[in-house]
């Protein structure tokens, strides 16, 4: 399906629009909502399913300014009110979690439950983020032939997959992500929040217990064997622990 706004051709999905709870699903870099259909396919019928393409990604125009972390979230804030959607749920993996939270902190009225799985919320020292996206830059072709887990370590939000096909655009955004820092404004959630880590993430490190310490009225919820891409790896256990979110 797709609806203008912003003035972007905005592509999403609807899935059991008839249920009046929502659950909006913001997807990480470099993705887009097509590799979130075979998780939801495991939830519970009982809610409506939105999977939204973020500016830039997948089939979703992308901005013609400098795409700015509250540009995202005020235009999920619109495609929210475009839809006319009530009691929802925000969902948001990595990136889409940065988003998420951003938008819990800036528009809560418009939310009953948040779940971040994996978020990308606090940044890293400017100079430690230049050192890493450059050596990211000149290391590039080593990805098509050394594996990814070799480079996650000391590189972490640089070395997605599909990093070496990220176009100018995604790129800037990634620079983005690593320096907008959330970590002054997570004691103002007031949503209900769940948050959910692969015990083995190593692209955004395990910040769950601290995430959990400082977010009032947050739970934890720690996949075992887990990676950054659970809803991928760990489809079964991830779905499980949202069923049990959506049953509470």
């Not at 009046?20 to 519970?44: D, M, Q």
């Not at 995202?72 to 959607?85: M, N």
């Not at 939310?111 to 430690?128: D, G, N, T």
């Not at 955004?204 to 947050?218: C, D, H, M, Q």
């Amino acid at each position: 399906m797709q609806v203008v706004v912003d003035g972007l051709k905005t592509h999403y999905l609807d899935i059991n629009p008839q249920e009046k709870n929502t659950l909006v699903f913001l997807h990480g870099w470099k993705s887009s909502s097509k590799f979130w259909v075979p998780f939801s396919k495991l939830l519970k019928s009982t809610h409506r399913i939105i999977l939204i393409d973020l500016p830039g990604f997948g089939s979703t125009d992308q901005f013609s300014t400098e795409p700015e972390i509250p540009l995202f979230t005020d235009f999920i804030h619109h495609f929210v009110k475009r839809l006319k959607l009530k009691n929802i749920t925000l969902v948001g993996h990595s990136f889409g979690g940065l988003l998420a939270l951003d938008y819990a902190i800036k528009y809560p009225a418009d939310l009953s439950f948040l779940i971040l799985v994996a978020p990308a919320v606090v940044k890293e020292k400017p100079s430690q983020a230049k050192r890493k996206i450059r050596f990211a830059e000149i290391a590039r072709p080593l990805f098509t032939i050394i594996p990814n887990n070799h480079f996650e370590k000391y590189l972490g939000w640089y070395t997605p997959r599909d990093y070496r096909h990220a176009n100018e655009y995604q790129q800037k955004i990634l620079k983005k992500i690593v320096l907008y820092d959330l970590k002054p404004s997570l004691n103002k959630v007031t949503i209900p929040t769940n948050i959910v880590w692969g015990k083995l993430d190593f692209v955004v490190p395990n910040l769950g217990k601290y995430l959990n310490t400082k977010i009032p009225n947050s739970h934890l919820h720690v996949i075992d064997g887990s990676g950054h891409l659970c809803f991928l790896t760990h489809p079964k256990e991830l779905s499980d622990i949202f069923n049990q979110i959506l049953s509470d």
